[in-house]
């Protein structure tokens, strides 16, 4: 009788046995590998990118840093997803989950930049596409041709106009104002990187959204135009004249 229940007890822990090692077999085999997640580096300059890794793996998790080391505001748009406009220095992440194999274009959105050379393409399961080098372009220096010399003293007038800069245009408080010291108070109401220049008379600074600067210039009778400096802003809209009255 005792055997018996000892040869029941061996078995009932050999049937339990069994049964802890298929649950932990089972638990094993249906465990889910840990998504990988990779960090790729994006530099943004006038007018390139510089990525620190230009291929991953099919169903890789990519979180791109995006930094902005140029002079005027960029953005950088991948599979759907995008940046926010990024003024000079500033940084920002970017996370995408890359599922299907092929190819991702890449390309900043701000007018003109990409088909100045802010484009590329990001390999997923297939071999990295060799960048093409960034065309060299020669920045031709614009010669500006100062006011007319003219015989005309300055007037005596104290004018003050507000420039806005926007998303392609300025806003200017008045077109027309009288020969004498104008003092312009530029404020820049845009999402992007804007300055105000007067042709032959005066470079304004870049400034950042927010910003503001005011100078003063003396200005005889004439006509004088003026426009954004920043690549491509001014073919956007953001060009304009005014005149000064005797």
């Known amino acids: 009788m005792r055997r018996a229940l000892s040869m029941l007890a061996l078995a009932a822990l050999a049937a339990a046995g069994l049964a802890t090692a298929g649950v932990l077999t089972s638990g094993t085999a249906n465990a889910k590998p840990k998504a990988k997640v990779v960090h790729v580096t994006v530099v943004m300059r006038e007018f390139t990118f510089a990525l620190s890794k230009r291929s991953v793996a099919t169903g890789t998790t990519v979180v791109f840093k995006v930094v902005n080391r140029g002079k005027i505001t960029h953005d950088f748009k991948i599979a ?54 960034t065309p060299t372009t020669t920045t031709t220096a614009t010669t500006t041709t100062p006011p007319p010399t003219t015989t005309v003293p300055v007037g005596s007038a104290q004018t003050t106009v507000t420039v806005g800069m926007f998303e392609y245009r300025f806003d200017l408080t008045q077109s027309t104002m009288p020969s004498g010291h104008v ?40 006509s004088y135009n003026y426009q954004c400096d920043v690549p491509f802003h001014a073919g956007y809209g953001m060009v304009g004249s005014f005149t000064v009255t005797s």
Not at 92 to 97: A, G, N, Q, S
Not at 207 to 215: A, D, K
Request: hydrophobic share 35%; glycine share 12%.
């Open 183 to 222: 003092t312009f108070v530029i404020v820049n109401k845009g999402q992007q990187v804007h300055n105000f220049s007067i042709t032959g008379v005066k470079v304004g600074k870049l400034l950042s959204p927010g910003q503001s600067e005011t100078w003063t210039v003396a200005l005889p009778p004439g």
């Open 80 to 133: 759907g997803k995008k940046t926010k406009n990024l003024n000079p220095g500033k940084s920002t992440t970017l996370t995408v989950k890359f599922a299907k194999k092929g190819r991702y274009a890449y390309r900043c959105t701000i007018p003109g930049h990409a088909a100045a050379g802010m484009k590329g393409v990001f390999s997923v399961g297939v071999a990295a596409v060799k960048p093409t080098p």
